[in-house]
T-cell receptor, first 112, second 111 residues
Framework: DTAVSQTPKYLVTQMGNDKSIKCEQN?????MYWYKQDSKKFLKIMFS???????INETVPNRFSPKSPDKAHLNLHINSLELGDSAVYFC???????????FGSGTRLTVV | KQEVTQIPAALSVPEGENLVLNCSFT??????LQWFRQDPGKGLTSLLL?????REQTSGRLNASLDKSSGRSTLYIAASQPGDSATYLC??????????FGKGTKLTVNP
């Protein structure tokens, strides 16, 4: 199936831990994104990579570090997790010529 | 800075009714306008994409229009069904390439 796939789907961890979320797309897109959906269900962009190059970096704590080993993968590493990091994180991809976004199914992160 | 507003925040209708969801954006220099559906606890499903040169798109019972001059988009759902119950999200993409979302309209279609 052609898709954007994220792992894990659920992540429960303690404050202070470091965790990673992985994302892969097989759509041939050249741009990938991380979005955060908060408790009020509002979606906001965090990062965007085009062909492994960071092109969007919103005001996000530097505990969050994206890594793109190739244009089909964009991972998100979070250091020293805090309670406020609890949210659903969505990965998405698109072609840079702006043909619409495809989203993954999300990773629900709960920090306890 | 692009801001996207969706009205109403919630809508409850009886089955079979035709309905319109509204979306407005502040920056008319919008390139794409995309409508998504999100079911509770699930991801985003793309419904319709209206690209810069287009004014509307149709898929089945759904029709979306885009009027850049007025900063508005509407999603029309014909003959609504209980299975249409979900949150509908409007998102605009401008020159910065990032997709800016509204807060959504939660639709409930009652049998």
């Amino acid at each position: 199936d052609t898709a954007v796939s994220q792992t894990p789907k659920y992540l429960v961890t303690q404050m202070g831990n470091d965790k990673s979320i992985k994302c892969e797309q097989n759509l041939g897109h050249d741009t990938m994104y991380w979005y955060k959906q908060d408790s009020k269900k509002f979606l906001k962009i965090m990062f965007s990579y085009n062909n492994k190059e960071l092109i969007i970096n919103e005001t996000v704590p530097n505990r969050f570090s994206p890594k793109s080993p190739d244009k089909a993968h964009l991972n998100l590493h979070i250091n020293s997790l805090e309670l406020g990091d609890s949210a659903v994180y969505f990965c998405a991809s698109s072609l840079r010529d702006r043909a619409g976004y495809t989203f993954g199914s999300g990773t629900r992160l709960t920090v306890v | 800075k692009q801001e996207v507003t969706q009205i109403p925040a919630a809508l409850s209708v009886p089955e079979g009714e035709n309905l319109v969801l509204n979306c407005s954006f502040t920056d008319s220099a919008i390139y794409n306008l995309q409508w998504f559906r999100q079911d509770p606890g699930k991801g985003l499903t793309s419904l319709l994409l209206i690209q810069s040169s287009q004014r509307e798109q149709t898929s089945g019972r759904l029709n979306a229009s885009l009027d850049k001059s007025s900063g508005r988009s509407t999603l029309y759902i014909a003959a609504s069904q209980p299975g249409d119950s979900a949150t509908y999200l409007c998102a605009g993409q401008g020159g910065s390439e990032k997709l800016v979302f509204g807060k959504g309209t939660k639709l409930t279609v009652n049998p």
